[in-house]
């Protein structure tokens, strides 16, 4: 079954939730092993999902935000390092096809590629930037030969490292100062992968350092130009918010599911009854509620508006990445404590869980810098 074979959001979720089912039985494996979710991308692949963003233009689907937001959370629900890992090539896709700012040959090129099952990844962070959203200029480095272009460097956190197809690299042209994206392909002699990951979230994301040694790509492959802390008004990085809130909506499953089970010998019947679990089931489910509100809102928004106000939406999508990654963090809390002293048992997805929403403070944009935006907003419109 392929999502291409529905046209309705509710036909393609209940296809993603069937595969999140799946996920969910690989992921302690995955996780306590610090390994790749590769079986989940390959069913990803081959569901056809990887090309659910390709634009109706070049032949495919040309999904909403709204309905890939829809189907990563899904996907997190199953496996949060799934969603993340594969949230940024569907994200990238899209954007790709909605800003038209790459040449068309390279566009339709990648876009052939995608239909044949390539991934693509954007590789900013360096250790000497930090998060790339602060502005620190890329000491991956651009030279010009001839008809090429030499690249050298290092980037971090290079997430779904293991099966990715093209790195667009962040590098400063040596000559000019001025920085651009450099589309490599994976085959090209000089490139490697240093599995580095070590971080105790987000562990199947395969997020390693991708090392760039003289990587020698045809002069076409600087394929946009980027201005350091200028990310510009961003829908597709929904995806992440979508992310963190599949996984809160995980501990939240879990956490009933456990209430219900969870019988005491002190009590008559099981802790689903007490008031104190089902207050924390109820301060659960509006968070869940607040966090899916404001998050699907300004989804619904994004589709709706022209080039002219999505330019003006960086605040909105800023404070939307902020509630809900937040939200997630405090659900799963609120899950441990209905759970009590077993959710830190290596055995409990909870603990995965706790690991993992943490990771969202440090995806893109960051909170001080959201709340400052919020506000110079505020501040300029009184
Ligand atoms: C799970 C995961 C997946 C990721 N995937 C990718 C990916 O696919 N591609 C990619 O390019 N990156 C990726 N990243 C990297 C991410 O975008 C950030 O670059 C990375 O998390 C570092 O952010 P940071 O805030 O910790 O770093 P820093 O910017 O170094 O910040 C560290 C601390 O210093 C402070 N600080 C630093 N500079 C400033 C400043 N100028 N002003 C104010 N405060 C400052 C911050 O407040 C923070 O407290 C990923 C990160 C994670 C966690």
């Known amino acids: 079954m392929r999502f291409q074979d529905f046209k309705s959001l509710e036909e393609r979720l209940e296809l993603m939730t069937e595969l999140s089912g799946r996920f969910l039985t690989r992921a302690a494996k995955v996780d306590e092993e610090g390994s790749f979710p590769f079986e989940n991308i390959a069913d990803l692949k081959e569901t056809g999902y990887t090309s659910l963003t390709l634009p109706k233009k070049v032949g495919g689907e040309g999904i909403s935000l709204y309905e890939l937001v829809r189907l990563q959370e899904c996907i997190a629900t199953g496996d ?107 085959s090209t002699p000089g490139v490697e992968i240093q599995e580095t990951w070590d971080s105790i979230a987000m562990k199947g994301t395969g997020s390693h350092d991708l090392v760039l040694t003289n990587v020698k790509i045809s002069e076409e ?48 019947g099981s802790i689903i009854d007490i008031p104190t679990v089902q207050q924390k089931i109820g301060e659960m489910e509006l968070e869940l509620m607040k966090a899916r509100h404001f998050l699907y809102s300004v989804t619904k928004q994004w589709d709706q508006s022209n080039e002219v106000e999505r ?47 943490r990771a969202g403070l440090h995806n893109p944009p960051m909170d001080d810098m959201t709340i400052m935006l919020l506000a110079k907003n505020a501040i300029g419109n009184r």
């Open 80 to 186: 949060g390092p799934t969603a993340l890992s594969i949230g940024w090539h569907m994200g990238i896709i899209q954007d790709l096809g909605e800003k038209n700012s790459w040449k068309e040959s390279m566009f339709e090129m990648i876009c052939n590629e995608v239909k044949e099952g390539a991934l693509i990844n954007n590789c900013a962070s360096e250790p000497q930037t930090g998060s790339p959203t602060r502005g620190g200029k890329p000491t991956t480095s651009a030279v010009k030969e001839g008809d090429y272009w030499i690249v050298n460097g290092r980037k971090t956190f290079t997430t779904m490292s293991p099966v990715l197809d093209y790195f667009n690299v962040t590098a400063t042209i040596q000559e000019s100062g001025e920085v651009g994206y450099f589309l490599i392909p994976r």
């Open 221 to 268: 492959y600087l394929v946009e130009w980027f201005e350091p802390g200028n990310k510009g008004s961003s829908g597709w990085l929904l995806h992440i918010p979508a992310c963190y809130l599949g996984i809160a909506q995980a501990a939240q499953s879990y956490a009933i599911n456990f209430a219900k089970d969870y019988s005491p010998n002190s009590i008559k």
């Open 311 to 357: 330019n003006q939406m960086k605040p909105e999508l800023g404070a939307v990445k902020l509630a809900v990654t937040n939200a997630a963090i405090k659900i799963v809390d609120l899950a441990m404590r209905v759970v009590g002293a077993r959710s830190l048992s290596l055995k409990n997805p909870l603990q995965r869980y706790y690991r993992d929403v």
